[in-house]
């Protein structure tokens, strides 16, 4: 559970100027002030953040994952 909270985090400012230029990985939407976002595993390599709503908390690897990948890699 610790791990859970040590993913998330607020977008302020700084974060929304430098993450901005990718956008979400998972809806393609920007960022905005004060969204709540993880850092998730997806079909790109390695962690990126993206919002918490297209994401999935696995406890078994206490990683994020994005919600299609995660739907498809483990079949849910």
Same mark, same amino acid.
């Given at each position: ?5 040590? %993913?998330?985090? %607020? ?5 929304? =100027?430098?993450? =901005? ?10 960022? =905005?002030?004060?969204? *709540? ?14 919002? *918490?709503? *297209?994401?999935?908390? +696995?406890?078994?690897? +206490?990683? /994020? /994952?994005?919600?299609?990948? /995660? ?6």
């Amino acid at each position: 559970m610790e791990t859970k909270a040590k %993913l998330k985090i %607020l977008i302020d400012l700084e974060k929304q =100027n430098r993450l =901005n230029a990718e956008g979400c990985l998972a809806c393609g939407h920007k960022f =905005n002030l004060g969204d *709540e976002v993880v850092l998730a595993r997806g079909k790109w390599q390695g962690f990126k953040f993206i919002h *918490e709503g *297209e994401a999935i908390f +696995d406890q078994g690897s +206490d990683v /994020y /994952y994005e919600r299609k990948y /995660y739907q498809t890699t483990k079949g849910v």
